[in-house]
Protein backbone atom coordinates (compact mmCIF):
# COMPACT_ATOMS: atom_id res chain seq x y z
CA UNK A 1 0.00 0.00 0.00
CA UNK A 2 1.63 3.58 -0.86
CA UNK A 3 1.60 6.56 1.00
CA UNK A 4 -0.93 8.10 -1.75
CA UNK A 5 -3.48 5.36 -1.63
CA UNK A 6 -3.45 4.65 2.08
CA UNK A 7 -6.04 6.90 4.37
CA UNK A 8 -5.74 6.69 7.76
CA UNK A 9 -9.27 6.84 9.91
CA UNK A 10 -10.27 7.57 13.47
CA UNK A 11 -13.26 7.33 14.72
CA UNK A 12 -15.27 8.66 17.19
CA UNK A 13 -18.49 8.65 18.86
CA UNK A 14 -20.61 11.43 18.82
CA UNK A 15 -23.85 12.36 19.92
CA UNK A 16 -25.56 10.52 16.52
CA UNK A 17 -23.00 7.78 16.90
CA UNK A 18 -19.97 7.37 14.72
CA UNK A 19 -18.20 9.77 13.05
CA UNK A 20 -14.98 9.51 10.96
CA UNK A 21 -12.42 12.11 10.86
CA UNK A 22 -9.74 11.67 8.43
CA UNK A 23 -6.56 13.05 8.85
CA UNK A 24 -4.64 15.88 6.71
CA UNK A 25 -3.88 15.18 3.54
CA UNK A 26 -1.90 13.53 2.17
CA UNK A 27 -0.06 10.86 4.73
CA UNK A 28 3.53 10.94 3.40
CA UNK A 29 6.30 8.89 4.11
CA UNK A 30 8.26 10.71 6.66
CA UNK A 31 12.14 11.43 5.15
CA UNK A 32 15.19 10.49 7.51
CA UNK A 33 15.64 13.71 8.15
CA UNK A 34 12.57 13.82 10.39
CA UNK A 35 14.49 14.00 13.72
CA UNK A 36 11.86 13.03 16.16
CA UNK A 37 12.05 9.37 14.31
CA UNK A 38 15.65 8.99 15.98
CA UNK A 39 14.15 9.77 19.70
CA UNK A 40 14.83 7.00 22.14
CA UNK A 41 11.37 6.85 23.72
CA UNK A 42 13.26 5.06 26.66
CA UNK A 43 14.94 8.33 27.59
CA UNK A 44 11.79 10.82 27.90
CA UNK A 45 10.41 11.89 30.88
CA UNK A 46 7.13 10.47 30.39
CA UNK A 47 5.86 6.38 29.16
CA UNK A 48 4.65 8.28 26.01
CA UNK A 49 4.44 4.96 24.32
CA UNK A 50 1.85 3.70 27.18
CA UNK A 51 -0.31 6.66 27.01
CA UNK A 52 -0.18 6.20 22.96
CA UNK A 53 -1.80 3.46 23.54
CA UNK A 54 -4.63 4.49 24.93
CA UNK A 55 -5.79 7.10 22.36
CA UNK A 56 -8.21 6.07 19.23
CA UNK A 57 -5.04 5.65 17.31
CA UNK A 58 -4.61 2.62 15.15
CA UNK A 59 -1.70 1.14 13.87
CA UNK A 60 1.55 0.06 15.53
CA UNK A 61 3.19 2.98 17.76
CA UNK A 62 7.15 3.34 16.32
CA UNK A 63 8.58 5.96 18.41
CA UNK A 64 8.08 9.34 20.15
CA UNK A 65 10.18 12.19 20.93
CA UNK A 66 9.80 15.88 22.87
CA UNK A 67 8.45 18.96 20.36
CA UNK A 68 7.89 22.28 20.37
CA UNK A 69 9.33 24.76 22.77
CA UNK A 70 6.36 25.81 24.85
CA UNK A 71 6.19 26.76 28.59
CA UNK A 72 3.91 24.81 30.33
CA UNK A 73 2.94 21.35 29.00
CA UNK A 74 4.93 18.49 27.78
CA UNK A 75 4.16 18.25 24.56
CA UNK A 76 5.58 15.02 22.36
CA UNK A 77 5.13 13.79 18.42
CA UNK A 78 4.54 10.26 18.28
CA UNK A 79 4.33 8.43 15.22
CA UNK A 80 3.09 5.35 14.15
CA UNK A 81 3.03 2.82 11.43
CA UNK A 82 -0.81 2.65 9.80
CA UNK A 83 -0.04 0.10 7.35
CA UNK A 84 3.39 0.99 5.94
CA UNK A 85 2.73 4.76 6.37
CA UNK A 86 4.55 6.78 8.93
CA UNK A 87 1.93 8.93 10.33
CA UNK A 88 2.37 11.56 13.52
CA UNK A 89 0.76 12.71 16.18
CA UNK A 90 0.96 15.26 18.62
CA UNK A 91 -0.19 14.27 22.61
CA UNK A 92 0.40 16.63 25.17
CA UNK A 93 0.47 16.54 29.00
CA UNK A 94 -1.47 19.08 30.28
CA UNK A 95 -0.09 21.09 33.40
CA UNK A 96 -2.35 20.35 35.69
CA UNK A 97 -0.20 22.83 38.90
CA UNK A 98 -1.24 25.61 36.41
CA UNK A 99 -4.36 24.50 35.18
CA UNK A 100 -6.17 23.04 38.06
CA UNK A 101 -9.67 21.13 36.33
CA UNK A 102 -8.43 19.69 33.50
CA UNK A 103 -11.77 18.00 32.77
CA UNK A 104 -13.37 21.01 32.56
CA UNK A 105 -10.21 22.78 30.57
CA UNK A 106 -10.72 20.07 27.83
CA UNK A 107 -14.67 20.43 28.05
CA UNK A 108 -13.55 24.17 26.54
CA UNK A 109 -11.18 22.71 24.32
CA UNK A 110 -13.96 19.81 22.42
CA UNK A 111 -16.69 22.88 22.09
CA UNK A 112 -14.10 25.31 20.57
CA UNK A 113 -12.44 22.91 18.42
CA UNK A 114 -16.12 21.42 17.43
CA UNK A 115 -17.62 24.87 16.94
CA UNK A 116 -14.54 25.56 14.77
CA UNK A 117 -14.87 22.15 12.70
CA UNK A 118 -18.38 22.93 12.20
CA UNK A 119 -16.98 26.67 10.17
CA UNK A 120 -14.10 25.29 8.77
CA UNK A 121 -16.35 22.44 6.53
CA UNK A 122 -14.82 19.03 5.91
CA UNK A 123 -13.05 19.84 2.76
CA UNK A 124 -9.48 18.24 1.76
CA UNK A 125 -7.81 20.36 4.36
CA UNK A 126 -10.55 20.79 6.78
CA UNK A 127 -7.90 19.23 9.59
CA UNK A 128 -5.37 21.59 8.74
CA UNK A 129 -7.60 24.35 9.61
CA UNK A 130 -8.19 23.98 13.55
CA UNK A 131 -6.97 21.40 15.94
CA UNK A 132 -8.60 18.15 15.58
CA UNK A 133 -8.89 16.16 19.24
CA UNK A 134 -8.11 12.43 19.00
CA UNK A 135 -10.43 10.67 21.86
CA UNK A 136 -9.09 8.15 24.28
CA UNK A 137 -10.45 4.45 23.86
CA UNK A 138 -13.13 5.28 26.92
CA UNK A 139 -13.95 8.17 24.51
CA UNK A 140 -13.22 10.91 26.78
CA UNK A 141 -11.58 13.95 24.78
CA UNK A 142 -8.28 13.12 27.63
CA UNK A 143 -6.85 10.17 28.59
CA UNK A 144 -5.77 10.19 33.21
CA UNK A 145 -3.12 8.06 33.92
CA UNK A 146 -2.36 6.26 36.91
CA UNK A 147 0.00 9.25 38.03
CA UNK A 148 -2.40 11.48 37.40
CA UNK A 149 -1.49 13.50 34.72
CA UNK A 150 -4.34 14.41 31.93
CA UNK A 151 -3.15 13.82 28.35
CA UNK A 152 -4.40 14.54 25.58
CA UNK A 153 -3.93 14.00 21.34
CA UNK A 154 -4.29 15.59 18.25
CA UNK A 155 -3.89 15.54 14.90
CA UNK A 156 -0.68 16.42 13.44
CA UNK A 157 -1.42 19.34 11.26
CA UNK A 158 1.88 18.36 8.33
CA UNK A 159 3.33 20.47 5.89
CA UNK A 160 3.37 24.00 8.58
CA UNK A 161 5.32 25.12 11.41
CA UNK A 162 5.43 27.50 13.93
CA UNK A 163 7.94 30.44 14.39
CA UNK A 164 9.92 31.64 17.80
CA UNK A 165 10.83 34.51 16.46
CA UNK A 166 9.39 36.75 13.15
CA UNK A 167 11.00 36.55 9.95
CA UNK A 168 9.26 39.17 7.82
CA UNK A 169 6.51 41.42 7.85
CA UNK A 170 4.22 38.50 5.97
CA UNK A 171 4.45 36.53 8.45
CA UNK A 172 2.94 38.92 11.00
CA UNK A 173 0.53 39.70 8.60
CA UNK A 174 -0.71 36.00 8.27
CA UNK A 175 -0.80 35.10 12.10
CA UNK A 176 -2.46 38.71 12.98
CA UNK A 177 -5.24 37.88 10.35
CA UNK A 178 -5.24 33.87 11.76
CA UNK A 179 -5.74 34.95 15.24
CA UNK A 180 -8.70 37.49 14.18
CA UNK A 181 -10.01 34.60 12.20
CA UNK A 182 -9.96 32.68 14.94
CA UNK A 183 -12.07 35.85 17.14
CA UNK A 184 -14.93 35.75 14.39
CA UNK A 185 -15.20 32.39 14.34
CA UNK A 186 -15.98 32.01 18.30
CA UNK A 187 -18.12 34.61 18.64
CA UNK A 188 -21.33 33.14 18.13
CA UNK A 189 -20.14 30.32 20.21
CA UNK A 190 -23.38 28.61 21.56
CA UNK A 191 -24.14 28.61 25.71
CA UNK A 192 -22.71 28.22 28.33
CA UNK A 193 -19.66 30.27 28.16
CA UNK A 194 -16.61 28.76 28.52
CA UNK A 195 -15.11 27.92 31.88
CA UNK A 196 -12.31 29.83 33.09
CA UNK A 197 -9.21 27.67 33.02
CA UNK A 198 -7.11 30.02 35.10
CA UNK A 199 -8.80 32.75 36.44
CA UNK A 200 -8.21 36.46 36.07
CA UNK A 201 -5.25 35.72 33.64
CA UNK A 202 -4.79 38.69 32.05
CA UNK A 203 -6.09 40.89 35.26
CA UNK A 204 -2.70 42.86 35.07
CA UNK A 205 -3.35 44.90 38.69
CA UNK A 206 -3.80 41.35 40.18
CA UNK A 207 -0.34 40.35 38.72
CA UNK A 208 0.93 43.51 39.69
CA UNK A 209 -0.10 42.86 43.18
CA UNK A 210 1.68 39.18 42.54
CA UNK A 211 4.71 41.18 41.50
CA UNK A 212 4.90 42.90 44.90
CA UNK A 213 4.16 40.03 47.37
CA UNK A 214 7.09 38.40 45.98
CA UNK A 215 9.00 41.22 45.98
CA UNK A 216 8.18 41.25 49.82
CA UNK A 217 8.91 37.66 50.00
CA UNK A 218 11.91 37.55 48.14
CA UNK A 219 11.82 33.76 49.02
CA UNK A 220 14.31 33.09 46.64
CA UNK A 221 16.81 36.15 47.58
CA UNK A 222 16.95 37.28 44.29
CA UNK A 223 15.28 40.96 44.79
CA UNK A 224 18.68 42.13 44.81
CA UNK A 225 19.94 40.77 41.88
CA UNK A 226 16.72 42.42 39.85
CA UNK A 227 16.22 45.48 41.81
CA UNK A 228 16.29 47.55 38.18
CA UNK A 229 13.49 45.44 36.85
CA UNK A 230 11.30 45.53 40.31
CA UNK A 231 11.95 49.68 40.33
CA UNK A 232 11.23 49.71 36.43
CA UNK A 233 7.74 47.52 37.10
CA UNK A 234 6.93 49.53 40.23
CA UNK A 235 7.18 53.09 37.82
CA UNK A 236 4.80 51.49 35.31
CA UNK A 237 2.46 50.61 38.15
CA UNK A 238 -0.04 53.66 36.41
CA UNK A 239 -0.63 51.58 33.31
CA UNK A 240 -2.00 48.58 35.09
CA UNK A 241 -5.96 49.06 34.49
CA UNK A 242 -5.28 50.57 31.29
CA UNK A 243 -7.81 48.37 29.25
CA UNK A 244 -9.96 47.30 32.60
CA UNK A 245 -10.85 51.22 32.81
CA UNK A 246 -11.42 51.04 28.82
CA UNK A 247 -14.64 49.18 29.60
CA UNK A 248 -14.28 47.43 26.24
CA UNK A 249 -16.78 44.10 26.10
CA UNK A 250 -15.68 40.66 26.66
CA UNK A 251 -15.33 37.87 24.26
CA UNK A 252 -14.32 34.49 23.58
CA UNK A 253 -10.64 35.17 23.30
CA UNK A 254 -7.39 32.69 23.34
CA UNK A 255 -5.15 34.68 25.54
CA UNK A 256 -2.42 33.10 24.45
CA UNK A 257 -1.62 34.29 20.89
CA UNK A 258 2.34 34.14 20.96
CA UNK A 259 3.70 33.81 17.71
CA UNK A 260 4.92 30.20 18.04
CA UNK A 261 0.99 29.40 19.14
CA UNK A 262 -0.36 29.78 14.84
CA UNK A 263 0.83 27.15 12.04
CA UNK A 264 1.88 28.87 9.14
CA UNK A 265 1.37 27.25 5.90
CA UNK A 266 4.72 25.66 5.01
CA UNK A 267 4.23 26.67 1.14
CA UNK A 268 2.32 29.49 0.77
CA UNK A 269 3.24 30.99 4.41
CA UNK A 270 -0.53 31.46 5.24
CA UNK A 271 -1.77 31.46 9.03
CA UNK A 272 -3.58 27.93 8.63
CA UNK A 273 -4.47 27.14 12.02
CA UNK A 274 -4.27 28.93 15.64
CA UNK A 275 -3.22 26.32 18.30
CA UNK A 276 -1.98 25.84 22.04
CA UNK A 277 -6.48 26.32 23.12
CA UNK A 278 -5.48 26.10 27.06
CA UNK A 279 -6.46 29.51 27.57
CA UNK A 280 -9.64 30.16 25.46
CA UNK A 281 -11.93 31.40 27.84
CA UNK A 282 -13.78 35.11 28.12
CA UNK A 283 -11.55 37.72 27.71
CA UNK A 284 -10.36 40.88 26.08
CA UNK A 285 -9.93 41.11 22.03
CA UNK A 286 -6.95 43.20 22.74
CA UNK A 287 -5.26 40.22 24.79
CA UNK A 288 -5.04 38.57 21.90
CA UNK A 289 -3.45 42.29 19.76
CA UNK A 290 -1.75 43.09 23.02
CA UNK A 291 0.34 39.93 22.80
CA UNK A 292 0.46 39.61 19.39
CA UNK A 293 2.68 43.07 19.35
CA UNK A 294 4.63 41.30 22.31
CA UNK A 295 5.73 38.42 20.43
CA UNK A 296 5.54 39.06 16.70
CA UNK A 297 7.74 42.16 16.60
CA UNK A 298 10.99 41.83 18.35
CA UNK A 299 13.08 40.26 15.54
CA UNK A 300 14.60 38.25 18.74
CA UNK A 301 12.98 35.42 20.64
CA UNK A 302 12.18 35.83 24.38
CA UNK A 303 14.93 35.74 25.98
CA UNK A 304 17.37 36.95 24.58
CA UNK A 305 20.83 38.31 26.51
CA UNK A 306 21.97 41.05 23.50
CA UNK A 307 18.69 43.72 24.80
CA UNK A 308 20.28 46.12 21.94
CA UNK A 309 18.62 43.43 19.69
CA UNK A 310 14.95 43.74 21.41
CA UNK A 311 13.01 46.26 19.33
CA UNK A 312 9.49 46.47 18.50
CA UNK A 313 9.71 46.72 14.31
CA UNK A 314 6.89 49.50 13.15
CA UNK A 315 6.73 47.31 10.57
CA UNK A 316 5.77 44.44 12.06
CA UNK A 317 3.20 46.52 14.16
CA UNK A 318 1.84 47.89 10.92
CA UNK A 319 1.63 44.32 9.39
CA UNK A 320 -0.19 42.86 12.46
CA UNK A 321 -2.56 46.17 12.91
CA UNK A 322 -3.65 45.37 8.66
CA UNK A 323 -3.72 41.44 9.12
CA UNK A 324 -5.93 41.77 12.07
CA UNK A 325 -8.34 43.92 10.75
CA UNK A 326 -8.72 42.37 7.69
CA UNK A 327 -10.32 39.51 9.88
CA UNK A 328 -11.41 41.24 13.35
CA UNK A 329 -12.20 45.08 11.52
CA UNK A 330 -16.33 43.90 11.51
CA UNK A 331 -16.35 43.35 15.03
CA UNK A 332 -14.08 45.43 16.64
CA UNK A 333 -16.11 48.65 18.74
CA UNK A 334 -14.46 52.15 17.99
CA UNK A 335 -13.14 52.21 21.40
CA UNK A 336 -11.20 48.86 21.03
CA UNK A 337 -9.93 50.16 18.22
CA UNK A 338 -8.39 53.04 19.14
CA UNK A 339 -6.51 50.85 22.15
CA UNK A 340 -4.73 48.72 20.08
CA UNK A 341 -1.36 50.27 21.01
CA UNK A 342 -2.13 50.44 24.70
CA UNK A 343 -2.69 46.93 24.74
CA UNK A 344 0.76 46.47 23.21
CA UNK A 345 2.17 48.12 26.19
CA UNK A 346 0.03 46.32 28.31
CA UNK A 347 0.48 43.16 27.66
CA UNK A 348 3.56 43.20 26.89
CA UNK A 349 4.33 45.14 30.61
CA UNK A 350 2.05 41.98 32.15
CA UNK A 351 4.21 39.08 31.12
CA UNK A 352 7.22 41.11 32.20
CA UNK A 353 5.78 41.23 35.45
CA UNK A 354 4.82 37.68 35.44
CA UNK A 355 8.62 36.24 34.63
CA UNK A 356 9.83 38.66 36.75
CA UNK A 357 6.97 37.30 39.77
CA UNK A 358 8.62 34.24 38.72
CA UNK A 359 12.10 34.57 38.86
CA UNK A 360 11.78 36.24 42.37
CA UNK A 361 9.57 33.23 43.20
CA UNK A 362 12.37 30.22 42.33
CA UNK A 363 11.04 29.86 39.40
CA UNK A 364 8.19 27.41 39.85
CA UNK A 365 6.02 28.44 36.95
CA UNK A 366 7.40 29.15 33.59
CA UNK A 367 9.79 25.98 32.42
CA UNK A 368 13.79 27.73 32.63
CA UNK A 369 16.80 25.96 30.70
CA UNK A 370 19.22 28.09 32.39
CA UNK A 371 19.91 30.23 35.69
CA UNK A 372 18.71 33.57 35.42
CA UNK A 373 16.32 32.59 32.35
CA UNK A 374 13.13 34.46 33.75
CA UNK A 375 15.12 37.48 34.38
CA UNK A 376 16.64 37.34 31.03
CA UNK A 377 12.91 37.09 29.63
CA UNK A 378 11.93 40.03 31.79
CA UNK A 379 14.63 41.91 31.01
CA UNK A 380 13.06 41.42 27.31
CA UNK A 381 9.99 42.13 27.93
CA UNK A 382 10.53 45.61 29.21
CA UNK A 383 13.21 46.11 26.52
CA UNK A 384 9.98 46.29 24.41
CA UNK A 385 7.77 47.86 26.33
CA UNK A 386 10.53 51.04 26.05
CA UNK A 387 10.76 50.29 22.42
CA UNK A 388 6.72 50.74 22.16
CA UNK A 389 7.06 53.95 24.07
CA UNK A 390 9.69 56.17 21.91
CA UNK A 391 7.02 54.97 19.15
CA UNK A 392 3.62 55.03 20.81
CA UNK A 393 2.45 58.37 19.17
CA UNK A 394 3.58 57.01 15.59
CA UNK A 395 1.45 54.11 16.71
CA UNK A 396 -2.00 55.90 17.23
CA UNK A 397 -1.15 57.81 14.28
CA UNK A 398 -0.94 54.08 11.97
CA UNK A 399 -4.45 53.22 14.08
CA UNK A 400 -6.14 56.44 13.22
CA UNK A 401 -5.36 55.89 9.52
CA UNK A 402 -6.28 52.82 8.63
P1 LIG B 1 2.55 24.81 24.92
O1 LIG B 1 1.28 25.05 25.66
O2 LIG B 1 3.52 24.08 25.75
O3 LIG B 1 3.09 26.05 24.30
P2 LIG B 1 1.59 24.05 22.25
O4 LIG B 1 0.20 23.52 22.20
O5 LIG B 1 1.80 25.43 21.81
O6 LIG B 1 2.17 23.79 23.73
O7 LIG B 1 2.51 23.06 21.41
C1 LIG B 1 3.92 23.18 21.38
C2 LIG B 1 4.43 23.14 19.94
O8 LIG B 1 4.04 21.88 19.34
C3 LIG B 1 3.82 24.21 19.03
O9 LIG B 1 4.53 25.40 19.06
C4 LIG B 1 3.84 23.54 17.67
O10 LIG B 1 5.11 23.71 17.06
C5 LIG B 1 3.67 22.06 17.98
N1 LIG B 1 2.27 21.62 17.80
C6 LIG B 1 1.26 21.71 18.70
N2 LIG B 1 0.12 21.18 18.20
C7 LIG B 1 0.42 20.72 16.96
C8 LIG B 1 -0.32 20.03 15.93
N3 LIG B 1 -1.59 19.69 16.11
N4 LIG B 1 0.33 19.73 14.79
C9 LIG B 1 1.65 20.03 14.62
N5 LIG B 1 2.40 20.67 15.54
C10 LIG B 1 1.80 21.01 16.70
C1 LIG C 1 3.16 30.59 28.34
O1 LIG C 1 2.29 27.85 26.92
P1 LIG C 1 3.02 28.94 26.23
O2 LIG C 1 4.48 28.75 26.23
O3 LIG C 1 2.41 29.15 24.84
C2 LIG C 1 2.06 31.25 29.15
C3 LIG C 1 1.66 32.56 28.51
C4 LIG C 1 2.87 33.48 28.42
C5 LIG C 1 3.96 32.76 27.66
C6 LIG C 1 5.22 33.57 27.66
C7 LIG C 1 -0.84 29.25 30.41
O4 LIG C 1 2.67 30.28 27.05
O5 LIG C 1 0.67 33.21 29.28
O6 LIG C 1 2.53 34.67 27.77
O7 LIG C 1 4.26 31.47 28.24
N1 LIG C 1 0.91 30.37 29.24
C8 LIG C 1 0.30 30.18 30.41
O8 LIG C 1 6.07 33.10 26.69
O9 LIG C 1 0.62 30.77 31.44
MG1 LIG D 1 2.39 27.20 22.75
Given at each position: ??????????????????E?V??????????????F????????????????L??????????????????????????????????????????????????????????????????????????????????????????????????????????A???????S?????????????????????????????????????????????????????????????????????????????????????????????????????????????????????????????????????????????????????????????????????????????????????????????????????????????????????????????????A?????E??
Amino acid sequence: MNSQSFSAVIARRTGKGFETVKPALPLRKLSDRDDFSKTLTMNLKHDVRAVALQFQIFGDFLSAGPYGSGHINDTYCVVFDQGGTQVRYILQRINHNIFRNPVALMENIRRVTEHLGSKTGSGPDATRRRLTLIFARDDKPYYCDELGNYWRGYIFIENARTFDAVESTDQAFQAAKAFGQFQKLLADLPPPGLHETIPDFHHTPKRFAALEKAVEADIANRAQQARPEIEFALRHRGITACLLDAKLPERVTHNDTKFNNVMLDKATGEGICVIDLDTVMPGLALYDFGDMVRTTTSPVTEDERDLRKVTMQFPMFEALVRGYLTTAAEFLTPAEKRCLPESAKLITFEIGIRFLTDFLAGDTYFKIHRDGHNLDRCRTQFKLVESIEQQETAMHRLVEKI
